[in-house]
């Protein structure tokens, strides 16, 4: 079968969090035109070369809040979809949902629609940290969707938490992701906040109106989620995502594997035959393009042999289960542990038959399992310093 996974870009909010860099605007009066270039967008592939025939194995409506999209509109887009491609029985069908722009009509409708995966951006159970992120949805709005969703019969939800928020104490982060588990989500997305440069939250933080969490207390964070989804049943299978066992999502997987696969919408990217190609962060120019019948590609580049080890190394080394040495070598023509030799050195050398992502007997960052070559739970913690070392001995 040839795989291909979808995404779909969906930009816009009702409001803009302070802490976001997601391409999303608040413009919702574009929504109709938007609609109609994507549908277009969806008619150009459907033809082209590459993406013509295959199957798709997964599709992700995200954001932005897709959820601003009225199910019978997903439903339509969904069916255009399904005219121009194969998808398989077992795809997975997600849509990003904000609990605070849900009602139990709508979540009935994407059921409806083909919907079978729900994933919604919690954040957070204290109504403190939700207005300090100025999420639109309060804690008890939070559980109410998610209380519906199941109500409607969604038997596959993943839940967003962020930890490591100005302010936030140990104990705040762990009572809220007591209460996401309590709940019993089939799969937990726990990121750390980042600050990116040009947001609000930067700003704020820039004047000394807002403080970043302290490095130590957010790997307190980290490890504290990490043992609570585990005692619960949740396998870590990548850095930041937990799932029930068989319930890892499968779109991501996809990219992981470095597969191909098919943004549509302002802002999403693409990767087919050894090139990517990305649409631009412009909503209008997006729209303008699709009118006149154009594709709103931005920009595309072919990727090199070391830029590809590169994202094999970055992505590979995210998940649990790591990189496979036998397909390194089918697909690089060399060995990665002897290229690698000396940055494996430099970084303490190898464990063997450890289990990924588990605490090691010392400092070792890095474990040999038979043919696969994964992260310590040490080397989780410091994933940036492992990948730009193995990169430099690797990729050079
Ligand atoms: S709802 Fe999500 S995409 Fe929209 S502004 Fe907030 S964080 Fe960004």
Known sequence: MDALALYIHVPFCQHK?????FFSTTRTALLPRYLEALQQEIAHYRRHPFFAGKTLTSIYWGGGTPSLIPPEQIHALLGEIRSGWEITPSAEITLEANPG?????????????????LSLGIQSFHDRELALLTRIHSAAGAMEALTAARAVGFTNLS???IFGLPGQYLSDYKASLSQALAFGPEHLSLYGLTIEAGTPLAQAVAGGRLHPCDEELEREMFLAGKRMAEAAGYQHYE???????????????????????????????????GERFWNGRDLEGYIDAWEQDEPAVAGRERIGREEEKSEALLLGLRRRRGIDLEL?????????LERGGRAIARLGGLLHDHPPFSAAPGAELLTLNGQELALTESGVLLYDMVCQELCAGLCA
């Not at 722009?101 to 995966?117: E, K, M, S, T, V």
């Not at 997987?253 to 549509?264: D, S, T, V």
């Not at 390194?328 to 990665?336: A, D, K, T």
């Open 328 to 336: 390194w070598r089918e697909r690089f023509g060399e060995e990665l």
């Open 159 to 161: 839940l967003d938490l």
């Open 239 to 273: 850095i930041s995502n937990y799932a029930r066992p068989g319930c890892e999502a499968r779109h991501n997987q996809h990219y992981w594997a470095g597969a191909p696969y098919l943004g549509l919408g302002p802002a999403a990217h693409s990767f087919a035959g």
């Open 17 to 21: 969090c302070i802490y976001c860099d």
């Open 101 to 117: 722009a849900l009602d139990c009509a709508h979540l009935a409708g994407y059921r409806q629609a083909g919907i079978n995966r």
